[in-house]
């Protein structure tokens, strides 16, 4: 997933409160206690501390839904059948998780294929983790049923009316499960360490196209009713489902665009590389076990720069820039399909066996199709990220893993530690033990677990055994624990410079120096990154002659351009300079992207005025937003502090200012209309 390295995953959306059913009875929510906190002790240590679910005494094998979408409701409802695996000869009752959900009924398949009902207990809500339904299964039933709709307000799912999508004729829906929102959809044993297959049937309005993280076919007809099937094993935060008005138009044989018609031809253009890709991974670290993969771009509202659903990576728009300087994104949800997708973490304490082996694997993808110069870079901008973040954190939040036996808070299982610090100790052992043999043991590694969730421990095991004690006097075990779980970033890391940031660190030098903008001729040729770190070099405030330089000569305001307008907003924002406040408003208002707009909400924040601003943008802004965008815009208004008296007017001083500056010359060369994370597609996310 590419979610906000700055942003955490768990910002939810405020939720109302739902009516709670049982079988026997309709308790009030005076009735119905928040069920406990899930226990360690349950599973022997490799457990999930997120969850209510009890796999060790029962998983779900196989789930088949059948599903209707109510987008008038903004609802989906009907029934999820699960195929139940009995583990312990003891047990006779089913736990789920779920968040927001109305049960119905719950029944129980007995013989003859007869269902009659079963008791059950659905908890009061917890904030974070939902609510535990608890299914009392006497006879331990092969196959349970539930009833159940969502809540309009579900945080897993966003529905868009017809007006916000690029067509403005067909409404859109899109869900976002990872990391534990896919309960507020579907009741599931909502860990990855459960993997199960499934098949849903789907009904829809005639004119909506419905896609799921399964075998989508290219040909299907738009006819509202629609069968999927997955028969790969996932774990619940890879079950995904989008619809609206979606057209197909094939890449290669197994690679294509799912896009809005308006998007399509610009989304095929942009990732025509994506074949290329699968098959430099594939020459990497083996075969390709997903059969398709086809790429489903969103709505600009979507909060993450991509999610890695199996079959269906779901993707920003904001990184199609008709140049392919950010098609890293892709790389980065394609290596999913080995790390993540293929072998999963088994808690998000463990995320980093997703984000930093992905986060590595996508670097070298990168580095195959489009040279090391371009790799080098992207790794220079994410560890000065990372960098900066760590600057942030208590020394806790700083390991790449937790020891066995310590509770890590969720929130901090996918900063930029789990991506860009898991990404260079990876880059560690590729240097000490020679990249030849380094690939060979990640072949092997996801050969080993393929299609299984796994801990940080198993890791560890596997690594003492086919690398340390297969290499021995390369890495020391001390080195190798002390990535893992100290903080910071340890003395070994390997170095990375680039040729080409010599260049614009002179470039930057001389014009803070002396006012003389670099030659046309050299930033003529510069690429977004190398735009993001001549930016990322600058001071934290500039003078608004300064600013009005830069802007004059590169138009950086209202640039199309996401990576440059999350760096050049926020600067502009503490540095006062007013002439940018209605693109401001416009880029919070149109993209819901976290990691694009949080920096500029943050700086926004900063001052009495500009918090005011703030609250402006956020309320014109709510109705296109995600519930989780709109629960980290939230969060960042209501934890502000601003200074008192003093920063930039508010919104309509703001914009008479506008109005009163000197229009930019015609002739100013364009920045470069790219967009998405040109280091890390960011949560992520995510």
């Known amino acids: 997933m590419t979610l906000s390295r700055t942003f955490r995953l768990a910002a939810f959306a405020a939720l109302a409160l739902f009516a709670v059913v049982a079988c026997k009875r309709e308790p009030t929510p005076a009735d119905t206690p928040v069920a406990p906190k899930p226990q360690a002790a349950a599973s022997g240590g490799d457990y999930d501390e997120h969850s209510y679910a009890e796999p060790d005494k029962v998983a779900i094998d196989d789930l088949a839904l059948d599903l209707a979408l109510d987008f008038d409701a903004r609802t989906i409802s009907g029934t999820a059948t699960y195929t139940l695996d009995w583990r312990d000869d003891t047990a006779a009752e089913l736990v789920l998780d779920t968040r927001d959900l109305t049960i119905e009924r719950i029944e129980g398949e007995g013989e003859g294929g007869a269902w009659t009902p079963l008791e059950y207990t659905l908890a009061g809500r917890d904030d974070l983790l ?67 297959t499934y098949s849903a049937q789907v009904t829809s309005p005639a004119d909506v196209m419905v896609l799921m993280s399964a075998d989508n076919d290219p040909a299907a007809a738009r006819d509202g009713d629609y069968s999927f099937s997955m028969p790969q094993r996932i774990p619940s935060y890879l079950m995904a489902i989008a619809a609206g008005d979606l057209v197909f138009k094939p890449i290669s044989a197994r690679a294509g665009v799912w896009a809005e018609p308006g998007m399509v031809d610009r989304s095929v253009a942009e990732f025509e590389d994506t074949e290329k890709m699968i098959a430099t991974a594939e020459s990497l670290y083996g075969p390709y076990r997903w059969e398709r993969y086809d790429l489903l771009i969103l709505p600009p509202s979507f909060p993450y720069g991509g999610m890695e659903n199996p079959r269906l990576s779901f993707i920003t728009p904001t990184v199609i820039v008709g140049d392919k300087s950010l098609v890293s994104l892709i790389a980065h949800e394609l290596a999913h399909s080995w790390s993540g997708n293929l072998v999963t973490n088994s808690s998000a304490k463990d995320g980093w066996l997703n984000e930093g082996f992905t986060s590595y694997v996508e670097n070298r993808i990168v580095e195959a199709l489009y040279g090391k110069e371009r790799a080098d870079m992207e790794y220079v901008i994410s560890r000065n990220g990372l960098k900066a973040e760590l600057e942030g954190m208590g020394p806790e939040e700083q390991a790449l893993a937790v020891r066995p036996g310590v509770v890590k808070d969720p929130d901090d299982s996918l900063s930029a530690v789990s991506y860009d610090k898991g990404a260079w100790f990876l880059q560690f052992l590729e240097e000490r033990f020679g990249r030849a043999e380094f690939d060979a043991f990640l072949r092997g590694y996801f050969d080993h677990f393929a299609f299984q969730s796994i801990p940080t421990a198993r890791f560890v095991e596997y690594a003492q055994e086919h690398l340390l004690g297969k290499y021995p006097g390369k890495v020391s075990r001390a080195e190798f624990d002390t990535w893992l779980y100290e903080p910071g970033i340890p003395a070994t890391a390997p170095r990375v410079l680039s040729r080409n940031f010599g260049v614009v660190d002179s470039a930057r030098l001389g014009w803070l120096g002396s006012n003389t903008l670099p030659p046309q001729v050299i930033t003529d040729e510069w690429s977004t990154q190398e735009w993001v770190h001549f930016l990322e070099g600058l001071p934290g405030t500039l003078s608004t002659e300064q600013l009005s330089q830069l802007d004059t000569a590169y138009r950086f305001t209202g640039t199309p351009n996401g990576e440059i307008a999350q760096r050049w907003y926020p600067l502009a924002v503490r540095s006062g300079y007013v002439q940018a406040y209605p693109a401001i408003a416009d880029f919070v208002r149109t993209i819901g992207r976290r990691k694009l707009i949080m920096p500029t909400y943050q700086a926004l924040v900063a001052t009495e005025a500009g918090l005011e601003f703030a609250k402006q943008q956020l309320a014109a802004a709510r109705p296109g937003y995600h519930p989780i965008t709109t629960g980290s815009v939230e969060r960042v208004i209501a934890e502000a502090k601003p200074a008192p008296g003093s920063g930039i007017p508010v919104a309509p001083a703001a914009l008479e200012a506008v109005e009163a500056a000197p229009p930019q010359a015609d002739d100013a060369p364009a920045m470069p209309a790219a967009d998405g994370d040109p280091t890390r597609p960011a949560p992520t996310g995510r």
């Not at 006497?138 to 966003?158: I, W």
């Not at 916000?164 to 004729?169: E, I, L, N, V």
């Not at 579907?186 to 990855?192: A, E, I, K, N």
């Open 130 to 196: 939902g609510s535990k339904l608890s299914i009392q299964v006497p006879e331990r039933n092969e196959h349970v049923r539930v009833a159940y709709s969502t809540s309009p307000a579900a945080s897993g799912l966003q529905w868009l009316d017809a007006e916000m999508t690029g067509g403005k004729a067909t409404p859109f829906m899109f869900s976002q499960s990872q990391a534990i929102h896919a309960r507020s959809w579907v009741p599931l044993q909502d860990t990855p360490r459960v993997r199960y």
